[in-house]
Nanobody, 120 residues
Framework: VQLQASGGGLVQAGGSLKLSCVAS????????MGWYRQAPGKQRELVAS???????NYVDSVKGRFTISRDNAKNTVSLQMNNLKPEDTAVYFC???????????????WGQGTLVTVSS
């Protein structure tokens, strides 16, 4: 199983970026998908998550600015980031909790990370 993230880059404060992540390989079922971020010297934190049914969850600092979405048919998850702030600068990682076969436990898989830099 591989998670391939894309869409990071450099943007000015107030700008927008969209991150995308596709899961591929031997996948039977995907439960929750999400985006985490890790800024220099800080711990990795959950930014947003979305269940297979579409229920979403956001960290307070991005509510109203970021929108997470997924396409279950394509095994993709996206993060639309608007009104970006310098404090959003971090490496962003996509995550998927999935089964590779029926009846086995769900496990967490991670993408490689994509850098988002917001200049002031």
């Amino acid at each position: 199983v591989q998670l391939q993230a894309s869409g990071g880059g450099l943007v000015q404060a107030g700008g927008s970026l969209k991150l995308s992540c596709v899961a591929s390989g031997s996948i039977y079922s995907i439960n929750e998908m999400g985006w985490y971020r890790q800024a220099p010297g800080k711990q990795r934190e959950l930014v947003a998550s979305i269940s297979s049914g579409g229920s979403t969850n956001y960290v307070d600092s991005v509510k109203g600015r970021f929108t997470i979405s997924r396409d279950n048919a394509k095994n993709t998850v996206s993060l639309q980031m608007n009104n970006l702030k310098p404090e959003d600068t971090a490496v962003y990682f996509c995550n998927a909790r999935l089964q590779t076969r029926r009846f086995i436990v769900y496990d967490n898989y991670w993408g490689q990370g994509t850098l988002v830099t917001v200049s002031s």
